[in-house]
């Protein structure tokens, strides 16, 4: 009997993965373990193996390179020696998302009132019409004859009339369709929202030692161009930073899992990463223990593998904190969101130069920035949240005794 493959379940969140290609061709010896497929599934493109033997056969009427597929839809067969293929697979047909208990009526036709008289419409199709979908008739020039009633009695409510308005408006717009990744990205936002009880605070610290750090390290590379050596980042340095004050504060790491929490032997930090596709979080091992150099060349390492498309799904999980930096683009404060299983999140914003009060009443010009930290209430309570924001300012204004 044909062996089926399926497309398997890869993640809690995943539903549906990107079909990238077969790394088998169609009559090939499979071995349980060999590589069978590719498939590009929360945010990452991963090799998926075989769990039978035998001998592939992919129907045409099969997925095709970049088809979206739905997680246990047939993708191919496997056969035995001499056994006869089944002629297609059986084709699944898209779930039916729309809830009906909150579903707007659809609109017939989206007809626009001819009158612009002060008198409110009246529906002519036998359908009684509420004064406020009268009244949203009259501003958006709907045709109430033209709607199909939602409301008891079949009666035209204000909803129907801003469903036509809303579809009306969106004639002649281009449909861009959702990705795998952006679909991933939003499914992992709304379970953050629904499952964890954010809150932001903000601190403002003194980056002007940061920044002599950073030249500091600039000046130490090695000059001759033929030398390969890993300059760390502002980034880097929040990295090592950020561990640091974790050390301090654990509950700022710790994780959910299920009903309790989980907190780590190491402390793993992923970070932020703007590409063409989306935002990925790679995720840099052990910064407790790393040195500044192990951190930076991980650091480079995953971004550029990121930004190239490259990353596995391994590199993208198990962190116990995200730091994300938007600093870079001008942003001096935001609220980041929490990336579940973790409880807190910090954003980095863009260091600005200004003018510092001194104690005799004279200025001084020094670099200055905003920490954003999110954190789950459910783990952490605002003082505690604040004395690792404390902590973590005093380590980032001087940095030589967190780093060097």
């Known amino acids: 009997m044909p062996i089926e493959i399926q497309l398997p379940r890869l993640g809690w969140s995943m539903e549906e993965g ?58 191919g067969y496997l056969l035995s020696k001499g056994e006869s293929a089944p002629g297609t697979v059986p084709q699944r047909s898209g ?23 002060e008198t409110l419409p009246r529906a002519t199709a036998g359908h009684p019409a509420s004064p406020r979908a009268r009244r949203a008739a009259m501003q958006h020039r709907v045709d109430l004859s033209t709607l199909s009633p939602s ?9 129907d009339v801003l469903a036509a308005a809303d ?4 004639v ?26 954010p809150v932001t605070i903000t601190g403002r610290c003194d980056a002007t030692e940061l920044l002599a750090l950073r030249r500091r ?9 033929q030398s390969i050596a890993v300059i760390p980042t502002i980034n880097d340095i929040f990295l090592v930073l950020t561990a640091a004050a974790l050390g301090q504060h654990p509950m700022l790491a710790a994780r959910w899992a299920g009903d309790h929490l989980l907190l780590p032997e190491s402390i793993h930090i992923g970070i932020a990463v703007d590409t063409e596709a989306g935002l990925l979080v790679p995720v840099i091992r052990a910064v407790d223990t790393a040195t ?28 116990c904190f995200t730091l994300s930096n938007l600093g870079s683009l ?18 980095i914003g863009a260091i600005v130069r200004e003018a510092v009060p001194l104690d005799d009443g004279t200025f001084v010009a020094r670099d200055r920035l905003t920490l954003s930290l999110t954190f789950d209430h459910r783990v952490n309570d605002g003082a505690a949240a604040a004395r690792f924001l404390l902590t973590l300012r005093q380590l980032i204004e001087q940095p030589f005794q967190g780093v060097v």
Not at 24 to 46: H, N
Not at 102 to 116: H, V, W
Not at 217 to 225: A, E, F, G, Y
Request: proline letters at 6%; charged letters at 20%.
């Open 217 to 225: 390290l600039k000046s130490n590379s090695p000059s001759d161009q």
């Open 18 to 75: 990107k079909f990238l290609d077969w790394l088998k061709k169609d009559g090939d010896l499979i071995q349980e373990g060999e590589p069978l497929f590719t498939l590009e599934s929360d945010k990452a493109a991963q090799e998926i193996e075989s769990i039978d033997a035998g001998i592939l056969y992919i129907p045409s009427n099969g997925p095709k390179p970049g088809d979206l597929v739905q997680v246990g839809q047939v993708l």
């Open 330 to 347: 001008g942003v001096e404060a935001f609220t980041p969101v929490i990336n579940p299983p973790e409880s807190a999140i910090l954003g």
């Open 167 to 170: 579809s009306a408006s969106s």
């Open 292 to 319: 500044l150099t192990q951190v930076a060349t991980q650091s480079q390492k995953l971004i550029a593998e990121a930004r190239a498309g490259k990353l596995a799904a391994i590199d993208m999980h198990g962190a």
């Open 95 to 117: 779930a039916n998302t729309e809830d009906p208990q909150i579903k707007l009526a659809e609109p017939q036709a989206n007809g626009l009132a001819e009158s612009t008289g």
């Open 151 to 159: 409301g008891q009695g079949g009666r035209i409510r204000e909803c």
């Open 172 to 197: 002649g717009m281009k449909s861009v369709p959702l990705t795998a990744m952006r679909r991933s990205i939003a499914a992992r936002l709304m379970h953050s929202r629904q499952t964890t009880v």
